[in-house]
Each structure stands twice: as structure tokens, then as C-alpha cells.
């Protein structure tokens, strides 16, 4: 199943007071199962300022679709006890006549389980790649601070590599669990030339194959290669048999977005255009196969077989600091 994830977050200062219902603290565990159509909130939180809201998965049940969803904080951390008045919910699809159809999910045909699984206790080997082309030049600083909050997010017993790419590829770091040698690399700037990415994806993977752990890649760039020997049936196909999924943070005007796309689909990673803590913890939790507090959201399907759509879930929260939302998109073909 086709894999698509963007995020796109928005946060309004004002607080609203025609919202009602109760608050309480982040750390209360939800009902396994809440259908109430009033939304959910915290007055107890007095910390989350923006959410993130990210689409892991969706699947299609006879007449029933449900959608994986997982709701963090600025910071990373889970937003929980949401209710089905939270999230507004778009199924859009082929009208087969060229056009969409829009079936709007009404609160009180939402139901809503959580899925909490700590994983596995395997520590990450994880490479991030960095494109430094002329085409970047000039989103150096962004760049630079999407790896260091990556960076942040490791746990003490994770192991990090650090690859440039432009014309060739250059390892500016190997497999460290010191952060001061990983910051030291990211620091390090120079952007030219074209972009030899497949080249440098090829690399982490040879790399990946001699460390233990969970496994995976993180690519900061705009997708773009174009001086490479290698093509991109051949990277999927070598990033599969190696079992590392190879994620995409989103950078440029002009994105290849084949190559993202298709590249984090078929390894069964994701891509985000959203930067920042949530969208890399997001990430790395994956590769560590855990499940963060996920949001199992059902609904009876409007897509007919065999027709192509997406999924837009856009979620609204409301902290002692204000109310914020966002939105993610999630691309299928419904079976």
C-alpha cells in the first residue's frame, strides 16, 4: 500500500472558549475506546504550544477504513485522551469522471482505540545524509538545525553516522554514540556541485550492513540526484534486501518528488516536509518499531473499489497556552 505522509501544522494564539469539556494531565491514560464528539481538553498542559500530526498507516476492512494516527507536541512528546470531536476527517477520491469526490466523517461515525506498544529494547545504528549541492546553498541553516534537533533525540545506546553528498560523497563522521562528535560534523559546511545521492544512499547501506540493531537512514535534501551511477529500482531494491527504510526531511524549492516518494514508500519509511522535533522523533520511534500512543481511527469507507484518493485528518487541540492544528495527508488506492 502506497505510503504518503506530509505535515502540515498550523497554531492559532487565541484561545477559544466555545470548545467545552474537561482537563486534565498529559500523563492520564485514555479510554481504550472514546467515541465522544466533543473534543478533548487539557487545561492541565501547560507546555504544548503546537502539535504534529502524523498518518502511519491506513487500511482498508470490507467496508471499513482506519487510519493510524499519532499526535505530538513541539517537543515530541504524545498528545493523548483525544476524542473523535479532536479530528475532522476527509476521505477525497476518483469521481472516475476526472474529478474528486469529498465525503466528509461525521464526529458521531468516527470511532476511536489507542494502540500502545513499547517495542523492542534494540539500540538504533541510524546514518543521516546530507545533501550539500548548490541547490541547498542557502537553506544551510535550516538544514543544519533539523540535524542537530535529530541529533538530540538519540538515546545513550544509539549509534550515528554522518554522510555529505554533492558530486561524490564524503563520510564526515562514522558510527558514534558521542553527540559532540556528531554536532562537530553537522557544523561543518560547504555546499557545491551536483547531487550524487543514489551514490551516497548506496554507501549507507554497505555501511548499515556491518552494525547491529535496528537500522535505518534519514535523508536531509530536495531528492534530487543527478550524478550517480546507480538508479532508483536499484537503491530500493538494495535498501529492501537490507532491510533498512530510508526516511526523507524535506528540503528546496523544487523537490524530486519521485524520488521521495517512491524511495520512502517502497521501504517502508515516510517522508515529512514538516521540520522539526515531533517529525524526527516520529521517525527514529518507527525505525525502533515502536507504537506512540497511536490513534486507531475507524470509519465506514465512501472510496469505491479500485479508485485512488487520500486521507486529510486534521487535528485540534486546546492547552492552557492556546489552540493548535494541523493537518496530514495520507495517499492510497483503495482496494
Not at 214 to 225: E, L, P, T
Not at 280 to 289: H, S, T
Amino acid at each position: 500500500m502506497t505510503k504518503k505522509i506530509l505535515l502540515i501544522p498550523a497554531v492559532f494564539a487565541i484561545l477559544f472558549s466555545l470548545i467545552i469539556g474537561m482537563g486534565c494531565s498529559k500523563s492520564v491514560a485514555p479510554d481504550p475506546i472514546n467515541d465522544s464528539i466533543s473534543p478533548f481538553i487539557n487545561y492541565g498542559d501547560h507546555s504544548t504550544s503546537t502539535i504534529y500530526t502524523t498518518v502511519a498507516d491506513v487500511d482498508f476492512n470490507g467496508n471499513e477504513l482506519a487510519a493510524n494516527v499519532f499526535v505530538q507536541s513541539q517537543d515530541g512528546f504524545s498528545i493523548i485522551g483525544l476524542f473523535a470531536g479532536n479530528f475532522t476527517i476527509l476521505e477525497i477520491y476518483e469521481d472516475g469522471s476526472g474529478g474528486e469526490d469529498t465525503a466528509e466523517i461525521l464526529f458521531e461515525d468516527i470511532t476511536i482505540g489507542t494502540l500502545n506498544n513499547a517495542g523492542n529494547e534494540n539500540y538504533l545504528s541510524l546514518v543521516l545524509l546530507r545533501s550539500m549541492t548548490s541547490e541547498i546553498s542557502g537553506l544551510e541553516a535550516n538544514l543544519q538545525t533539523a540535524m542537530l534537533q535529530t541529533v538530540t533525540t538519540k538515546d545513550p545506546s544509539d549509534s550515528f553516522a554522518i554522510l555529505a553528498f554533492h558530486s561524490y560523497d564524503t563520510l564526515l563522521v562514522n558510527f558514534t554514540r558521542n553527540i559532540a562528535l556528531l554536532e562537530n560534523a553537522i557544523n561543518e559546511i560547504s555546499y557545491w556541485g551536483r547531487s550524487a545521492q543514489f551514490m551516497a544512499i548506496n554507501r549507507a547501506i554497505a555501511m548499515l550492513a556491518n552494525q547491529g540493531g535496528n537500522k535505518g537512514m534519514i535523508i536531509f535534501g530536495d531528492g534530487v540526484n543527478n550524478e550517480s551511477p546507480y538508479d532508483q529500482a536499484a537503491i530500493i531494491t538494495a535498501a529492501n534486501n537490507a532491510n533498512v527504510p530510508i526516511y526523507f526531511v524535506v528540503f528546496g524549492d523544487l523537490p524530486d518528488t519521485s524520488n521521495i516518494e517512491n524511495i520512502a514508500n517502497q521501504t517502508g519509511a515516510f517522508y515529512s516536509y514538516q521540520r522539526g522535533r515531533a517529525s524526527y522523533r516520529a521517525m527514529i520511534n518507527e525505525m525502533r518499531g515502536l507504537q506512540d500512543n497511536i490513534y486507531q481511527i475507524k470509519w465506514n469507507r465512501a472510496t469505491p473499489s479500485g479508485r485512488r484518493g487520500r486521507v486529510e485528518i486534521s487535528t485540534v487541540y486546546q492547552s492552557a497556552i492556546g489552540i493548535s492544528s494541523t493537518t496530514a495527508l495520507y495517499y492510497f488506492e483503495a482496494p
